[in-house]
């Protein structure tokens, strides 16, 4: 243990190897990465990015630090987690020092955040494996180049649970001053075909937040990766899969044969997350042009996939519902986010218009008049209750979309699910749950112990 009075300064272990040790150069690079990135119009509370040589995985964790742009001058502190290359951890290390060093210059440690992890069970302090390690060093680069000034919290994570990570990481979770970025690559030394392939699975566990599909092989930051998803779930927060690739397409088509993989993802509120106009329109067009290939040929349009922005070809669920004069036409919609955006809207749009069985089939002369709206939906989080009027006191209105499921008096499972927008026609928490009963085909003053609710949130647009 090195005591913290001292003020002490970790020097840089990887720069001439990782990264380029001229301040210049190093800068350089840097800014040329993030200029051949996209800006998706994104607000991210946390980033997952990956930590090889910037020759091989800077594009792609450029794409992850060029989505916090816009919120660099609000991030004062980052929260910097990444797993151990050189020496074992059995959980969580930070380190003693009072400073990084790169050639960029110092990045001063935020104590009172390492002195509240300390109190975090399972973490300890040491600076003995921060000395070589690479999977945080190579992030303050460009931490340092979008945000200028900040604190750091950095923090190597060993094998911890997805709960104990979850609890490290809600003490230091903080307000809009913090960032919040996990160090993983993703498959090592596969050939290509294989390499991506694993890691197209990954990117939809981290899409779903299926952390317990997640395999030991699939990433070096599984762990720390496991505790953001596990808190993403407990923060509705939603996942935008920002750039997906490996050492074969960024170091050079030569060498194929054994490639590691690399992956960005931003995660945002999805309370107040929002889609791009340019992306809201060209979902509101599949929508309709599913529904015109429906008219003409019996079937949802086809998707091209690889043509649309990372947003729009991220798993997500969604509900699409159709209004005339003023009514509902149909409505049909993913409880589970199961295919990417774009088609899980151009498939829904199509079973709206002709197989919500409370309706007929749509006919070319509704088109016109037709009134068409997306939700996209987050994750679904468990309501916790102990009776019926728990269940009805626990309900937000005018923002829970809320799921029931439960066993009818016949023994049979029944499902009910609601979008926030019905809260304008049922304002009233007690009506809203009687109706949702009835709409899962239960008796509205049925209660049962088998009842189960979950809440999420919409964006939803015209």
């Known amino acids: 243990m090195t005591s913290q009075s001292t003020q002490t300064i970790r020097p840089p272990a990887i720069a001439g190897t990782f990264y380029p ?37 800077g594009p792609v964790a450029g794409s992850a630090y060029k989505s916090i742009a816009r ?7 980052v929260v910097l987690l990444g797993p151990p290359h050189r ?22 440690l935020d104590l009172d955040g390492i002195a509240t992890a300390l109190t975090v069970p399972g973490v300890e302090q040491s600076d003995i494996p921060h000395a070589e390690e690479h999977s945080l060093e190579i992030h303050l ?11 750091l919290v950095s923090v190597l994570v060993g094998g911890p649970s997805p709960q104990e990570t979850d609890a490290l990481l809600k003490a230091l979770w903080g307000g809009p001053e913090t960032l919040v970025v996990i160090s993983s690559d993703l498959s090592h030394y596969h050939d290509y075909d294989g390499a991506n392939q694993r890691d197209q699975a990954f990117r939809r566990h981290v899409e779903t937040l299926s952390l317990e599909k997640i395999e030991d092989e699939q990433a070096c930051g599984r762990f720390p990766v496991k505790g953001l998803l596990n808190r993403a779930r407990a923060l509705d927060l939603r996942v935008t899969t920002l750039d997906v690739r490996n050492s074969g397409d960024t170091g050079g088509r030569d060498n194929r044969d054994r490639v590691v993989g690399y992956g960005s993802w931003a995660l945002e509120y999805a309370g107040s997350a929002r889609l791009p106009d340019d992306d809201r329109a060209l979902l509101i067009d599949g929508a309709r042009r599913s529904i015109a290939n429906g008219l003409k040929n019996g079937r ?35 409880i589970l986010p199961h295919r990417s955006l774009i088609e899980d809207v151009a498939t829904n749009a199509h079973k709206a218009a002709f197989s919500d069985p409370r309706f007929p089939q749509l006919t070319a002369a509704e088109i016109g008049s037709l009134d068409l709206s997306v939700s996209i939906l987050s994750n679904a989080r468990p309501i916790a209750f102990g009776s019926e009027a728990e269940a009805i006191d626990a309900l937000q209105p005018d923002v829970d979309g809320v799921i029931l499921e439960a066993d009818g008096p016949d023994g049979q499972s029944r499902r009910g699910l ?21 709409k899962a085909g ?6 049962d112990s088998s009842i189960r609710l979950w809440r999420y949130t919409t964006e939803t647009f015209h």
């Open 21 to 57: 040790a001229d301040a210049h150069a190093l800068a350089g690079m840097i800014d040329q990465c993030l200029a051949s990135a996209r800006d998706d119009g994104l607000s991210p509370k946390a980033l997952i990015a990956p930590h090889a040589g910037l020759i091989y995985s």
């Open 87 to 108: 020496v074992a951890v059995p959980k969580f290390c930070v380190p003693a020092a009072t400073a990084f060093r790169t050639p960029l210059g110092d990045v001063p």
């Open 418 to 438: 609601f979008l926030p927008q019905v809260w304008e026609t049922v304002p009233k928490a007690e009506q809203f749950l009687r109706h949702l009963k009835a």
């Open 300 to 334: 949802p349009a086809r998707v091209q996939h690889g043509t649309f922005s990372p947003a729009l070809e991220t798993f997500r669920a969604t509900f699409v519902t159709l209004n005339q004069n003023g009514r509902l036409r149909g409505c049909i919609g993913s």
């Open 71 to 77: 919120r660099a001058s609000e991030i004062t502190r």
């Open 442 to 447: 239960l008796p509205q003053d049925y209660w």
């Open 141 to 151: 680069p460009f931490l340092q180049r979008v945000l200028g000034d900040f604190t």
